[in-house]
C-alpha cells in the first residue's frame, strides 16, 4: 500500500463493494483527517494499510481484488498527442518536394529527369542529354553482360551440343558468348573517329574563312585603285 500512487489508492477503494471492510477504511480515514489534520490521501492510505494488516479486513480486500488487471493500479496515463503532421520528402537532386517518386541508388527523386541529371543511365532515350552514341554503347555494354550470363548457364547445364545444332547458330559461333570483358568500353565518350572528324570540319570551316577574308581584302583594293583612276 506504502508504494501506491494516491490514484490507484482511490480506484481501489472505490471498487470496494458496500461492506463492513469499506466502513472500516472510511471511518478509519475520515478519524485520521480530522483528529491528526491530514489530507485526505494520506489518510486514506493510512487507513487501508491498517485494515490490510488485519486478517478479516484482508481477505474481504483480497477476494475483490484478486481477479483485477494490474493496469487499474497504474494511474491513467495521459493522452498521447497527435503526431505531428508528416513533413514531404524532398527530392535528392533539386531539393523540391517529391509527388511521384523516381527512385536510383537508394535515393528518391521528384522525376526522371533529376535521376538522369544524379547518374542514373537507365532509361536514357533521346532527348535526355546524352548522344545516341552513348546510348547505344551503354546498350551494348549491357547486352555482352547478359551473353556472358547466358554462356555461364550453357556451361552449367551442358548444351553446348544442343545449341551447336540449333538452326540460328548456322553462322554464328558459341566463342561470342564467352567474349572477353576486357573488350567492353567502359566510358561514354564519343567515338574518337567521330570526334576526329568534328576537329577535322572545323579546322576547314577555319581555313575556309581566312580565304574568304583574302577574297575579300583583294576585292576591297581592286574597288579602291578603281576609285583613284576615275
Request: net charge negative.
Amino acid at each position: 500500500m506504502d508504494v501506491l500512487p494516491i490514484g490507484a489508492l482511490m480506484r481501489l477503494f472505490e471498487l470496494l463493494p458496500n461492506s463492513p471492510t469499506k466502513e472500516f477504511i472510511q471511518t478509519l480515514a475520515l478519524s485520521h483527517h480530522q483528529s491528526e489534520n491530514r489530507d485526505m490521501g494520506t489518510s486514506l492510505r493510512m487507513a487501508m494499510t491498517h485494515a490490510f494488516s488485519m486478517a478479516r479486513h484482508q481477505n474481504a480486500m483480497l477476494a475483490e481484488w484478486g481477479a483485477l488487471d494490474g493496469q487499474l493500479l497504474v494511474p491513467a496515463a495521459a493522452p498521447t498527442p497527435p503526431p505531428p503532421p508528416s513533413q514531404p520528402a524532398l527530392c535528392g537532386q533539386c531539393q523540391e518536394p517529391i509527388v511521384n517518386p523516381c527512385r536510383w541508388n537508394d535515393v528518391d527523386y521528384c522525376s526522371a529527369k533529376c535521376c538522369h541529371d544524379a547518374g542514373d543511365r537507365s532509361s536514357c532515350r533521346r532527348g535526355c542529354g546524352c548522344t545516341g552514341f552513348a546510348i547505344k554503347r551503354r546498350q551494348l555494354r549491357n547486352q555482352r553482360e547478359l551473353m556472358r550470363a547466358m554462356w555461364t548457364v550453357i556451361i552449367e547445364n551442358e548444351l553446348e551440343e544442343d545449341l551447336e545444332t540449333w538452326d540460328g547458330m548456322r553462322n554464328t559461333s558459341l566463342a561470342i558468348l564467352d567474349s572477353d570483358s576486357e573488350m567492353d568500353e567502359g566510358s561514354d565518350a564519343e567515338d574518337p573517329m567521330v570526334t576526329q572528324a568534328g576537329e577535322i570540319r572545323a579546322v576547314s570551316d577555319i581555313v575556309q574563312l581566312s580565304r574568304n577574308m583574302v577574297d575579300l581584302a583583294e576585292l576591297r583594293r581592286g574597288q579602291k585603285r578603281t576609285r583613284d583612276s576615275d
